[in-house]
Nanobody, 120 residues
Framework: QVQLVESGGGLVQSGGSLRLSCIAS????????MRWYRQAPGKERELVAV????????SYADSVKGRFTISRDNAKKTVYLQMGSLQPEDTAVYYC?????????????WGQGTQVTVSS
């Protein structure tokens, strides 16, 4: 059974920092591209950061470049999102996502989300 369990969200003041964690189970973590998405009220879900499976390549949405850092610990089957210089517009539910091939089928798995609220 695949599970992605996020934690680390909360309420923080503008300019503050938070670190989100996502613990994975039920699939071959090393083979998955791990991604963080977010969805603010009334807005579409947007891709925030990616950490590829092979090559260890990271990429970020322009809105978070230089402020957020994605990392992964394959031994712990965990992906992190370090968020700094947080602004009210970063307020959203943050979701962990795993993308990988299982046999020949591309699978897309989601966590339940964790709320991040940034006060001004």
């Amino acid at each position: 059974q695949v599970q992605l369990v996020e934690s680390g969200g909360g309420l923080v003041q503008s300019g503050g920092s938070l670190r989100l964690s996502c613990i994975a189970s039920g699939f071959t973590f090393n083979s998955a591209a791990m991604r963080w998405y977010r969805q603010a009220p009334g807005k579409e879900r947007e891709l925030v950061a990616v950490f590829t499976a092979a090559g260890g390549i990271t990429s970020y949405a322009d809105s978070v470049k230089g402020r957020f850092t994605i990392s992964r610990d394959n031994a712990k089957k965990t992906v992190y999102l370090q968020m700094g210089s947080l602004q009210p517009e970063d307020t959203a539910v943050y979701y962990c996502n795993a993308l990988l091939f299982v046999d020949t089928t591309l699978r897309n798995y989601w966590g339940q989300g964790t709320q991040v609220t940034v006060s001004s």
